[in-house]
């Protein structure tokens, strides 16, 4: 199943079709400017945040076994996205700076510096998780949902899907939602404060 995930390690294998560059923190303005209810903008970043993206052509895996319930919001594209996430100009690290994801779901981790696993694919229904899994990334982020919704965000709100960008104690995160029948997708990118690190984190929540 890890190697079916489109997970950065896997989709940047892919043969790249283009390439480009997106100033994350002009887009954001610019959705901020736009009155509707899919669009949360409570903060804006602190720093310039841009992505460096590579388009790469990625066959759809028909997984019977798994059709709605795995990364669906990504599996339903012939083609992924895959981004290196720049801060005024100099590479964010991808790395689990929190170290939130330490993985309690299926083993113990015994040392108190857990394994740097930046990137996260879980399904998760009433009773626990179906699916959790983990990878170290050193090629960035699958940033397809996340470039979708800043350059066809019409599309994307015709969809009834969700941007929020917003700020805590700990972390800025911009968080995208959608709900598909009875799965709900959850994606988020989150940053600390001074946005040398991050995590990606992408979940399937069965609601019904």
């Known amino acids: 199943m890890k190697q079916l995930l489109p997970a950065a390690e896997n ?13 994350i923190s002009e887009a954001l303005a610019q959705l901020a400017e736009r009155n509707d209810e899919h669009i949360r903008i409570e903060n804006m970043p602190s720093k310039t945040l841009e992505v460096k993206w590579a388009e790469v052509h990625s066959p759809r895996i028909k997984m019977d076994f798994a059709d709605g319930l795995v990364a669906n919001r990504l599996y339903s594209k012939n083609f992924q996205f895959v ?3 720049l801060v005024e100009g100099s590479s964010v690290l991808a790395k689990d700076w929190q170290n939130k994801f330490a993985d309690t779901v299926t083993e113990t981790i015994a040392s108190n510096t857990p ?10 229904s009433e009773d626990g998780y179906i699916l959790y899994e983990k990878f170290e990334t050193t090629k960035g982020f699958n940033c397809t949902w ?3 919704f ?9 969809s009834n899907e969700y941007l929020i960008a917003s700020i805590n104690e700990q972390a800025y995160i911009i968080e995208l939602q959608a709900n598909n029948g009875p799965y ?4 988020r990118y989150v940053f600390n404060l001074d946005f040398t690190a991050m995590t990606w984190e992408h979940h399937t929540y069965i609601i019904a």
């Open 115 to 124: 394994p740097s696993y930046a990137e996260i694919f879980s399904t998760q």
């Open 83 to 85: 981004g290196e996430f």
């Open 184 to 187: 709900r997708a959850v994606e």
């Open 146 to 148: 996340l470039l979708e």
């Open 150 to 158: 800043l350059i066809a965000t019409q599309a994307c709100i015709e």
């Open 11 to 23: 989709i940047a294998k892919c043969k790249v079709l283009s390439e480009g560059r997106l100033n």
